[in-house]
């Protein structure tokens, strides 16, 4: 299976006629800060500028979905329970900010533990999910993270992809990046500028 929030579901293929755009996130690295298997809720940071992107899209009515990896658990270094405390914490800290997530998917398994699966990422099983539970048209959605993998999704629908780059970003997934047309970004901020084309404001 590949677990959501209602938990077990099937890849089902979106339909194009959906019309709303989203901005697809990675979580670790990308909306808060890495940890290395994220554990505790209270070790939760959002990354600077995080907020202020976030409450660009939902000013925008942009949908914000969180897509993202968690192999701890299926390596038993987190259960799903400690995801589910970090997510509510994440959610709990953006709204202390007037900025929310619409909605978060995570893939539990890694393949050489559970075997393979559709959802985790560069596989497109979590934004299948999200595409249609929220009537997003994936094609004009964009697909931001701070790994290749997170923008590799967007080739199937032909959608854009930005990365932003943090400490754990290596070299080669910057190079690997600009070599498959994707762009780059300095902040989740310049990001969404530059997907809105809204000047700048300072962080409050």
Same mark, same amino acid.
Request: aromatic residues 6%.
């Given at each position: 299976?590949?677990?959501?929030?209602?938990?077990?579901?099937?890849?089902? =293929?979106?339909?194009?006629s959906f019309t709303r755009r989203a901005v697809f996130?990675?979580?670790?690295?990308?909306?808060?800060?890495?940890?290395?298997?994220?554990?505790?809720?209270?070790?939760?940071?959002?990354? +600077?500028?995080?907020?202020?992107?976030?409450?660009?899209?939902?000013?925008?009515?942009?949908?914000?979905? &969180?897509?993202?990896?968690?192999?701890?658990?299926?390596?038993?270094?987190?259960?799903?329970?400690?995801? *589910?405390?970090?997510?509510? =914490?994440? #959610?709990?800290?953006?709204?202390?900010? %007037?900025?929310?997530?619409?909605?978060?998917?995570?893939?539990?398994?890694? +393949?050489?533990?559970?075997?393979?699966?559709?959802?985790?990422?560069?596989?497109?099983?979590?934004?299948?999910?999200?595409? &249609?539970?929220?009537?997003? #048209?994936?094609?004009?959605?964009?697909?931001?993270?701070?790994?290749? *993998? #997170?923008?590799?999704?967007? =080739?199937?629908?032909?959608? *854009?992809?930005?990365?932003? +780059?943090?400490?754990?970003?290596?070299?080669?997934? &910057?190079?690997?990046?600009?070599?498959? %047309?994707?762009?780059?970004?300095?902040?989740?901020?310049?990001?969404? &500028?530059?997907?809105?084309?809204?000047?700048?404001?300072?962080?409050?």
């Open positions: 299976y590949c677990a959501s929030e209602n938990g077990l579901w099937l890849v089902v =293929r979106a339909s194009t996130l990675d979580r670790d690295g990308t909306l808060i800060v890495d940890t290395n298997y994220l554990k505790d809720a209270k070790s939760v940071e959002l990354i +600077p500028q995080a907020t202020n992107a976030v409450r660009r899209f939902n000013y925008a009515l942009v949908p914000v979905i &969180v897509c993202t990896n968690q192999s701890g658990i299926a390596r038993g270094l987190l259960t799903e329970s400690d995801y *589910r405390a970090a997510r509510a =914490r994440i #959610d709990d800290l953006l709204e202390e900010r %007037g900025a929310f997530v619409d909605d978060h998917y995570y893939c539990p398994h890694h +393949p050489d533990i559970t075997g393979p699966c559709e959802c985790r990422k560069p596989g497109i099983g979590m934004f299948e999910q999200a595409i &249609v539970e929220h009537h997003l #048209d994936a094609a004009a959605s964009v697909f931001i993270g701070d790994k290749l *993998r #997170d923008l590799l999704p967007a =080739r199937s629908y032909a959608a *854009r992809g930005i990365l932003v +780059p943090s400490p754990e970003t290596s070299t080669e997934d &910057v190079e690997q990046s600009l070599a498959a %047309g994707f762009e780059i970004a300095s902040s989740l901020t310049e990001a969404a &500028v530059m997907i809105l084309g809204i000047p700048h404001t300072p962080e409050p």
